[in-house]
């Protein structure tokens, strides 16, 4: 039987989904959510909540339904109530926000049915999860191979001193068939990390913070949507210039350079990586690249387009290429990257003018299912 209160908080939940999916894309374009209050959840900031109740009026004989009354006249109260901005100065306090916690997994669900994203059909032929044997206490039978000598030999000199018969002067302790303790286990599934995602960014002169803050934003959401389809995750990040090189999470976010651009330098580290590390018979792999669109040569953008094509695209779930605009950058890789491969599936390019076509750019990202 369902209590009250269980009642009153599940309808509030439902009422906080409702109000995130309305506010969705406000809050996908929201820097400061990446950071999670607490492992897998986040803070979100939303007007206080009030659940709608009857509350008595103090019509004094007057109004609609009782006595005189005209078309607009209000019911009760004062009828300068509610025009915001036209009273008197007061000294209250102003309306407060409501921090509600919600869970990475729930907000990848609100984000899946808000955009319509397909679940995620695995390419990996192993299990999503192994088994680990670990030890957790003692028992009284078992197989001779995992009797613990430490816990026998203590309940035999336990019995030997209750009963009388322990000699301090010839300390010989005999355990007996009560005397002896096996170690217990229990199996536990521990999550395989069956999948990776690969994200490269470009840090030249021509990309800015706020370009650099929508590749933070946009690879946050995209990383909460994968992590729900598997059940572990692996992340690596590479940055480049002229040159690429892998770096932690940290210093992929906060690094800016002042060289100029060479997007063939991360593909190759890119594909060093999984040639390295992830076998794709195994593993889930996921590539997106984030740039301004600015490439050294054209040359350089022949060579982005022969790795594609022969190295990283047979290998890949899904690559996609992200651009957002910049003042400096010329926008020009996107669209050789489509003149190269007009159909190809699983090479998908988005264009990302502000914060708020973050949303749009992960639905193209991401409503593929692959």
Known sequence: MISRIEQDHSRFREIIRGRIRKNLRKYISRGDMIAPKSKGSVSIPMPQIKIPRFSFGSNKGNGVGQGDGEPGDPVGGDPQDGQGGKGKAGQDEGQKALEVEVSLEELAEILGEELGLPRIEPRGTQSLETKKDRYVGLRTTGPESLRSFKATFKRALRRQVAMGTYDRNRPVVVPIREDRRYRSWRTDPRPQSNAVIIYMMDVSGSMGDEQKEIVRIE?????????????GLES????????????????FFK????????????????????EAEFDPEQWNIYAFHFSDGDNWSVDDTS??????????LPRLNQFGYGQVESPYGSGQFIKDL????????????????????????????LKGGR
């Open 236 to 251: 690596r990040y590479i940055i480049h210039d002229a040159s690429a090189r892998v770096v932690e999470r940290e210093v």
């Open 219 to 231: 690879s946050f959401w995209i990383d909460t949507w994968l992590r729900s389809q598997y059940k």
């Open 255 to 274: 690094t800016r350079e002042s060289g100029g651009t060479m997007i063939s330098s991360a593909y190759k580290v890119c594909n060093e990586l999984i």
């Open 338 to 365: 489509r003149g190269a491969f007009p159909k190809q599936e699983n090479l998908v390019t988005s264009e990302i003018k502000n914060k708020d076509e973050i949303m749009d750019s992960i639905r193209e990202f």
């Open 303 to 312: 060579t982005c387009v022969k790795l594609l094509r022969e190295e990283l």
